[in-house]
């Protein structure tokens, strides 16, 4: 029957009919950037993948809509008609195809939401969740880390009271403050922090060294992560300038606490002499960024290889977090994934709402495809376009 393939006599071709872009709007969460972000802004854009048996898959791409929209319109002589079962060799070709326009932007951060759609429906189409399409799956849950914007040490102190007793037991504070006003706030703002999880929580610190302009170095990066160590912080993220290799190499070398970054780059050749010169501890690719689940596997193998941990960077949609869940599944090491805390267009779009288990984990889903089921209300509440399954 179209539409609900089991796995049971298969077609060898699925045809990708056409795909639709829906930017997500009026609920976008604060970014602790520069130019900060307004409830009105697009920075996400949900992707609907449809074939002619019937079978959609859903991705999402961290891009504005306009965006998105003009690099469907550049890539759709490459991608319609194209085997909807062949997700990797699929989003290769588009990569192939359209490097010369810019590789790493929004052509890109497109394919992503392509990738992600195309292994919804092959996993759809066998009847398998996406996790063992990608080899197999090494657990079936894996914690979830509560990700927030920092704030002065009161307002924070309350946030994270509030976050704790939701369940999570694994919290990132981030952007913020830190690291623009004084070693004396950053101090301030991780004591509050570690007396409001507890001793026995995990805490990251995310400088977001990614920011526009940012302005601190190595000394007071190598500075901040003594201190950091202190308070028992689990890794220190993006705390220089996004493209300072030399300097990252320096101070993971030289930090008392892991090094993690990585969620600006995008395809793995941009990864590859980061991860080989030894410029971080942890890397974390931005499955909506980098070329979607084909790529950010490939990545993952690339930083095994070079003795790094793989944790996904998160701050993206349910569909991104659908799809980091199925490559967590996969990947030997990964035991931790990004939750954005508060924003609707995680819990709020999908049909069935996360749910963490007593120990603070999230299940991860064995049903066909990335596992989620998409409520089209809410998205189009979000998009403004309704979309269908």
Request: with cysteine; net charge negative.
């Amino acid at each position: 029957m179209r539409g609900q393939h089991t796995g049971e006599g298969l077609d060898q071709r699925m045809k990708i009919a056409r795909i639709e872009a829906a930017g997500l709007r009026g609920a976008t969460p604060e970014g602790g950037w520069a130019n900060e972000l307004k409830p009105g802004d697009c920075v996400h854009t949900l992707l609907a993948v449809y074939t002619d048996e019937g079978v959609t898959g859903w991705g999402s791409a961290f891009t504005n809509d306009g965006l998105v929209k003009a690099a469907l319109d550049i890539m759709r002589p490459l991608y319609e008609g194209e085997n909807a079962l062949e997700p990797e060799r699929v989003s290769e070709k588009l990569h192939a195809n359209t490097f010369w326009l810019g590789r790493g932007g929004t052509l890109t951060h497109t394919i992503s939401g392509i990738d992600i759609a195309l292994w919804d429906i092959l996993g759809k189409a066998t009847g398998q969740p996406a996790g063992r399409l990608l080899g197999g799956r090494y657990r079936d849950r894996v914690r979830p880390y509560a990700s927030l914007l920092m704030r002065e040490p009161g307002p924070l102190s309350e946030h994270l009271h509030t976050i704790r007793a939701q369940g999570f037991r694994a919290f990132k504070i981030g952007w913020g403050p830190f690291g623009r006003e004084s070693d004396q706030t950053d101090e301030a703002i991780v004591r509050a922090a570690r007396e409001a999880v507890g001793p026995d929580a995990l805490l990251m610190v995310d400088a977001g060294g990614s920011d526009a302009f940012w302005r601190q170095g190595y000394k007071w990066a190598i500075r901040t992560a003594a201190m950091l160590n202190d308070y028992g912080v689990y890794w220190f993220e993006e705390p220089l300038a996004a493209d300072n290799l030399s300097d990252y190499v320096l101070l993971r070398r030289n930090s008392p606490v892991p090094i993690a970054g990585g969620e600006v780059l995008t395809r793995r050749q941009s990864f590859a002499p980061w991860l080989q010169a030894g410029a971080f501890d942890i890397v974390q690719p931005d499955v909506t960024k980098v070329g979607g689940i084909s790529e950010e596997r490939h990545i993952a193998w690339m930083a095994e290889e070079n003795g790094l941990r793989f944790i996904p960077h998160g701050w993206n949609t349910a569909m991104g977090l659908a799809a980091d869940l199925q490559l967590a599944s996969a990947s030997k090491h990964t035991d931790l994934v990004e939750y954005l805390t508060g924003s609707p267009f995680i819990d709020d779009i999908v049909e069935t709402k996360w749910q963490l288990d007593a120990d603070g984990y999230l299940e991860i889903s064995e049903r066909p495809g990335l596992g989620v089921t998409l409520d089209l209300d809410a998205v189009e509440k979000y998009t403004g376009k309704r979309l269908h399954a």
